[in-house]
């Protein structure tokens, strides 16, 4: 990510090493335990500008010019969330109030945010994505993905997406995010222009295209016009995919070699199947069930079929409005089947996949060194002690920045 620098951001001249870990997450199975998580104990990982230099036993570490005593406890890669929704204005505090009083979630309430996002400022819009960003970072997230989707209009998707640009490199241009209410009665000429003017205008800004497939937003052959158009312009794409409803979406991502599906909340066999045969990655996103009191997508049902899972927030102020992965972690394991180490595998490793990035994820010689400190000697303790703000510290780029 190349979020703004914060304030706090510190870095050392030389090389860095940070000893004494009692339980280090590598997610490189050819290190540690020989598990996919790849655990080394009493670990050392050194750092050299912003990369990994070195990672293995303690005892072994090589010499470096300064040393951090993590005091026995976890190290992991700092998360990849790859599905936000940042660039808005206002929130749906009444919304959620009348959902928890029993009113069901629909994708109409995106409307609302259009109509504020629409009216904020350049500078209240920017001066948002920070501030999430900046949230999500002291939760540990050092990679973090945003999407346009509450402009609906040539010029406000492209100023959405420019905003986006400014914070970090993966964008991604949700034109289709539901036909706004001023093309309510011309479905198809909303679709001509997300194909066509808003496309030209925003692809120089995003490297992913998305949409709502969904009943109430965009149907499988919208959808299959508006990735393909985008992936002419050198977009890849990805696809809120069977959220709300069985549908097409995630067949349609797989056909389409999409890198990611998203939510894959209701799936028939056929769906799982083509995840597991597939390329593209099921990105499960458990802040949205949560805060809409759905059911849960079945992450033991894809991972057990052969699927890559990635696990994601969200964060967008409808139907998800938490920037936190621990605690997408908690209740993957607690109520999506999960085992803990897959879960943070899948919040850091599988979002990595799902992002098409080896540079993240991951911490061994070459990846980037980002990594999160956890005032907790296990990254088990992300799921054992939820909503506890266990990251203590967060390097990114080799700059520790919180
Ligand atoms: O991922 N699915 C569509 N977009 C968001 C919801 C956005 C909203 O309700 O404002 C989602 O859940
Ligand atoms: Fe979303």
Redesign the pocket.
């Known amino acids: 990510m190349t979020t703004t620098a914060p304030a706090a951001s510190t870095a050392s001249a030389g090389t860095t090493a940070i000893t004494n870990i009692a339980a280090l997450v590598t997610n490189d199975p050819s290190l540690g335990d020989g598990t996919p998580i790849g655990l080394i104990q009493d670990a050392a990982v050194v750092i050299d500008g912003d990369r990994v230099a070195w990672v293995g036993e303690s005892s072994k570490a090589p010499a470096t010019d300064n040393a951090v005593d993590a005091g026995g406890r976890a190290v992991i890669p700092g998360f990849v969330d790859s599905h936000s ?1 940042l660039v808005f204005a206002g929130d749906r505090t009444q919304e959620f109030n009348a959902r928890m009083s029993g009113r069901a979630y629909s ?1 109409g ?2 409307r609302t ?1 259009v109509a504020a996002t629409r009216a904020a400022t350049d500078a209240q819009l920017d001066a948002n994505v920070a501030r999430y960003l900046a949230e999500a970072l002291r939760q540990g997230t050092t990679t973090m993905e945003t999407k346009s ?1 509450y402009g609906l209009t040539v010029e406000d998707e492209a100023r959405a997406l420019r905003i986006a640009r400014e914070h970090t490199d993966e964008v991604t241009y949700l034109g289709a ?1 539901i036909v706004p209410p001023d093309h309510a009665d011309d479905p198809a000429a909303y679709v001509d222009l997300v194909t066509g003017p808003m496309l030209d205008a925003c692809a120089p800004y995003a490297r992913w295209i998305d949409v ?1 497939c ?1 009943e109430g937003a965009f149907d499988g052959d919208q959808a299959r016009a508006i990735l393909t158009a985008g992936r002419a312009k050198g977009l890849i794409p990805r696809v ?1 995919a069977n ?1 709300l409803s069985y549908g097409p979406g995630v067949r349609l991502a797989v056909e389409l070699g999409a890198a990611s599906a998203d ?1 894959c909340t209701r799936l028939t066999d056929a769906d799982v199947d083509a995840l597991a045969h597939g390329s593209t990655v099921a990105t499960l ?1 458990p802040g ?1 069930e949560f805060s809409t009191r759905a059911d849960w997508p079945d992450a033991r049902r894809l991972l057990d079929a052969g699927a890559i899972v990635a696990l994601s927030t ?1 964060c ?5 409005f938490t920037s936190s992965m621990p605690f997408c972690v908690a209740l993957a394991v607690r109520d999506m089947g999960l085992t803990p180490d897959e879960a943070v595998w899948s919040a850091t490793a599988g979002g990595a996949a799902a992002l098409r990035r080896s540079d993240v994820g991951r911490l061994a010689p070459g990846a980037r060194a980002d990594l999160a400190l956890l005032d907790a000697p296990s990254h088990v303790h992300l799921a054992y002690r939820p909503g506890v703000p266990l990251v203590s510290a967060v390097w990114r780029r080799g700059r520790r920045v919180h």
């Open positions: 929704h994708a309430g995106i945010t989707g995010h709502f969904e809120h959220q939510h996103l949205a969200d967008n102020p409808g139907s998800s």
